[in-house]
């Protein structure tokens, strides 16, 4: 039968094992297995972002969406919000001249004016009312295109070929790639939106208002011992002078928000993690009676989210006393500053509160860093969270400064080898008893190890999920080849789709899959053949297995690479399911890596694992990568 050949790659390099075999680190800091420990946390609490940092994180945000399939949609929604951006500027700046005929008809009492000044005003406001909903509805599919844009293409980066498996040694900015790329990157884009037209909108309104308020300037006389004194632009000043007085009290005083945001999202994730691990695990704690336990584990994820939480609390409340005073002075500070030429009689009632408000525009525009600064934060710490990872997913392959790396290959013959290879662990180094194992079509071959030697990081080098080593691994082609892990995968959907994957269910016959699920023992499950659930929650550690060879019935591979394939299922069983390798797979080559030569019964040719006594070893990263 012939299948996609891109498709049959993908099988390939699906290995998923979670055998107790050197496991990658876990992702809540628990107990170390034979790796050894997780070293520090997603971010280094307080640690300051670097302005080379912020800067390479920018450009990695830029080139991200610069190169998405959608981009020329975002360029759109930008321009669109520009253009209404700046029709809602202009209307500002006319709203701002119809206050000076307004309160000028409203002093001098004349009410044919005033009653043509509010028809006025209600023209105005319907215009800015339908720019603000436009701006609104533009700004939101901004948002959606924005994070169809980089979580589109951090999931391309991170489901390259060994990438995600990688990722997991890659040291703090492999924990939580979950979480990082469904839940920041979304927060990162709407950030990026709101803030990104909000500092537009100001611009603009700076830039017009600082005009406006410059000319009204000339009217504002200050009369000091007797003498008349003119300041060119002196509203200007004073409203520059106001905004950056706040924003450098703003600034230092909140200041350690960037830091404290991005611990909390570390130490959320921390939280999440423990909770889906006790919900993952509730069979077993149910069984152990280890709620408490459990409750303990959750409630130690806890405290920490909880602590940076009160100290976020106290931060934002400093800065609200900075932020709400220069809030609370801006309704008299533009009057006090223009009230000598109210006073003077050099302006007229409508003027002045025409000068109050291009002066409030123009110092709401230069407060824009004073009222943000906690979202600007928040924003820098999500940043650094994905861009992080989206900057070190393209590295994982190139970094070879860890140990020696493996070389990998087609074999020309079409066959199987592996040459004098070394896999270098995090604690030890192994290699197999013979120098070179050659594998040809139907040949048969037990490679056994006691447990914690290494057998399944063995696997996982032949797959190429594991790179670091030494020594050669030429494999025949990709579609003819199908590993099968400790710990099946069992993919989101029908079970008819697990035992079809990677391919469509339309590439496999009905009848195939029938057949082959009666084969292995699972016929009582066929009547739920096209039922989606977790099945890798359904069934049983033996059924999975089981539903692993009906997948190698259906597939019928010429080679065959299996790391202890049939472990829950009793020996009988085993050697049941392995006549389907003697009998339908007779044709095809089998390496079978396990404990013992009873991992796979009938396969007789034995090779041992055995570890080295010196040599390189795999050193994990010690500390964050950013």
Not at 88 to 107: K, V
Not at 357 to 375: E, H, I
Not at 433 to 458: H, T
Not at 560 to 586: F, K, Q, W
Request: glycine share 8%; hydrophobic share 45%; proline share 6%.
């Amino acid at each position: 039968m012939l299948y996609d050949r891109r498709r049959r790659r993908l099988e390939w390099r699906s290995a998923v094992p979670t055998n107790e075999e050197t496991a990658p680190p876990t992702s809540a800091g628990g107990p170390p297995g034979p790796e050894g420990p997780r070293h520090g946390a997603d971010e280094a609490p307080g640690r300051q972002q670097p302005a080379s940092d912020l800067a390479q994180h920018v450009k990695a945000f830029v080139a991200t969406v610069r190169k998405a399939a959608n981009r020329r949609r975002v360029y759109l929604l930008i321009a669109a919000v520009v253009v209404v951006v700046g029709a809602t500027t202009i209307g500002q700046i006319r709203l701002n001249a119809w206050q000076r005929d307004f309160y000028d008809a409203l002093n001098d009492r004349h009410l044919e004016a005033l009653l043509t000044q509010t028809g006025v005003f209600v023209a105005i406001v319907a215009v800015l009312l339908a720019l603000g909903v436009a701006q609104t509805w533009l700004r939101e599919i901004l948002k959606i295109n924005l994070r169809d844009a980089v979580s589109s293409d951090i999931l391309d980066e991170w489901l390259q070929p060994r990438r995600a498996y990688q990722l997991t040694w890659a040291g703090d900015v492999g924990r939580h790639p979950d979480q990082r790329i469904q839940e920041d990157s979304r927060h990162l884009c709407e950030l990026c939106a709101d803030l990104g037209i909000g500092l537009l909108q100001s611009a603009l309104l700076l830039v017009s208002f600082v005009g406006v308020l410059w000319v009204l300037s000339e009217h504002v006389v200050l009369v000091i011992g007797g003498r008349s004194l003119q300041v060119p632009g002196y509203m200007v000043w004073c409203a520059l002078a106001y905004a950056i007085a706040g924003s450098w009290a703003t600034w230092r005083v909140g200041r350690p928000l960037i830091a404290l945001n991005a611990e909390r999202y570390a130490r959320e994730a921390d939280f999440r993690f423990s909770l889906v691990h006790v919900d993952e695990s509730a069979e077993a704690i149910g069984l152990y009676g280890g709620e408490r336990e459990a409750r303990i584990e959750t409630g130690t994820a806890l405290v920490p989210v909880l602590a940076v939480m009160r100290r976020l609390a106290r931060g934002l409340a400093n800065l609200t006393w900075v932020t709400a005073g220069y809030g609370w002075l801006t309704l008299v500070v533009p009057i006090i500053v223009a009230a000598p030429g109210y006073f003077n009689g050099t302006l007229s009632f409508g003027q002045l509160m025409m000068v109050t408000g291009a002066f409030f525009q123009v110092q709401q525009s230069l407060r824009w860093f004073v009222d943000n600064f906690s979202t600007i934060a928040d924003w820098r710490a999500t940043l650094l969270r994905v861009m992080s990872l989206r900057l070190a997913l393209p590295a994982l392959e190139a970094d070879g400064d860890r140990a020696s790396r493996i070389e990998f290959g087609r074999h020309p013959a079409g066959t199987l080898m592996l040459d004098t290879l070394e896999v270098a662990l995090p604690d030890k180094r192994v290699r197999l008893k013979e120098q070179c194992v050659e594998m040809a079509p139907g040949d048969r071959l037990v490679i056994i190890g006691a447990p914690g030697s290494g057998k399944s990081m063995l696997f996982r080098a032949v797959a190429g999920l594991w790179p670091w080593g030494s020594g050669r691994v030429l494999l025949p082609q990709p579609e003819a080849l199908l590993f099968l892990p400790n710990q099946p995968y069992l993919p989101l959907g029908t079970l008819r789709e697990a035992v079809a994957f990677p391919f469509s269910v339309q590439h496999c016959p009905d009848a195939e899959i029938r057949s082959a699920i009666e084969r292995v023992g699972l016929g009582h499950l066929l009547a739920k053949l096209d039922v989606r659930q977790r099945w890798d929650k359904e069934l049983r550690i033996d059924e999975q297995q089981r539903l692993a060879f009906a997948r190698l019935l259906v597939h019928r591979p010429k080679w065959v690479i299996m790391d202890d394939p049939l472990s829950a299922v009793d020996h009988t069983e085993r050697t049941e399911l392995c006549g389907v390798l003697n009998h339908e797979l007779a044709g095809s080559a089998v390496i079978a890596i396990g404990r013992s030569a009873a991992a796979a019964p009938g396969l007789d040719r034995v090779v041992e694992l055995v570890e080295m006594p010196d040599g390189d070893v795999f050193r994990p990263p010690m500390t964050a990568v950013t």
